[in-house]
């Protein structure tokens, strides 16, 4: 399957995209005592050469329905790595509109898939007049489900637990699949529309997905 490109050859872009993300994992894992100071260029070069930008997620519920309307569908993850806040070296991948992967607020061993609503630095408001406005902190995003028919307590996002640290993001969901009729992209932010078509065009391989599925 192609995907165009808007601005570069797609090979072009895929190869910039993921050296970047090479890049990013590699000072990551320096950062946290993984790998030595001398190993990192040869780690990037790994990770550049051999590494893949995604991996499969079976998702479970329909807090994300229309826009992942099957109670169970296998996704496919665009891996963000970035440093800590501490690090001071955030590299921004995600967008306010993204759909992401992150880590249960209330249960770290679990994971959610909920659209990004804000980020650092948004001023909040209620529709509850109780409630007073706030600006959300830096490192911190609020997130929300798609599926405007559920109750805000079966919603279970930023409604319920709160604001949640940019940290626990664990990827962007860039496709869906629920059998070989019924599958397609994730609608994201136009941010980063061209990086993550060329990610596809190399990574997205439907017969894994199916097989997921079928397990």
């Not at 980020?119 to 007049?129: I, W």
Request: glycine content about 6%; charged content about 25%.
């Amino acid at each position: 399957m192609k995907w165009a490109s808007f601005f570069v050859p797609i090979k072009y872009q895929y190869a910039r995209t993921k050296l970047v993300y090479s890049a990013s994992l590699c000072l990551q894992k320096r950062h946290a005592g993984e790998i030595s100071r001398g190993d990192v260029l040869l780690t990037c070069w790994k990770t550049f050469s051999k590494g893949k930008m995604t991996y499969l997620y079976r998702s479970e519920g329909q807090e994300m329905a229309p826009t992942i309307p099957g109670k169970h569908e296998t996704l496919l993850i665009r891996h963000l790595p970035s440093p800590d806040a501490e690090f001071r070296l955030q590299i921004n991948q995600v967008s306010v509109g993204d759909v992401v992967l992150l880590k249960n607020p209330l249960d770290s061993d679990k994971f959610l898939v909920r659209r990004l609503a804000a980020l650092g630095g948004y001023e909040m408001a209620s529709t509850d007049e109780k409630d007073k406005p706030f600006v959300l902190d830096d490192y911190h995003c609020w997130v929300l489900s798609d599926n405007k028919k559920l109750k805000i307590e079966e919603a279970y996002d930023s409604r319920t637990f709160g604001p949640v640290s940019i940290m626990d993001i664990m990827g962007r969901v860039i496709y869906r699949f629920q059998s070989m009729k019924d599958h397609g992209l994730v609608e994201n932010s136009n941010v980063d529309l061209e990086e993550d078509s060329a990610v596809l065009n190399y990574e997205l391989e439907l017969n894994e997905m199916q097989k997921i599925s079928e397990a």
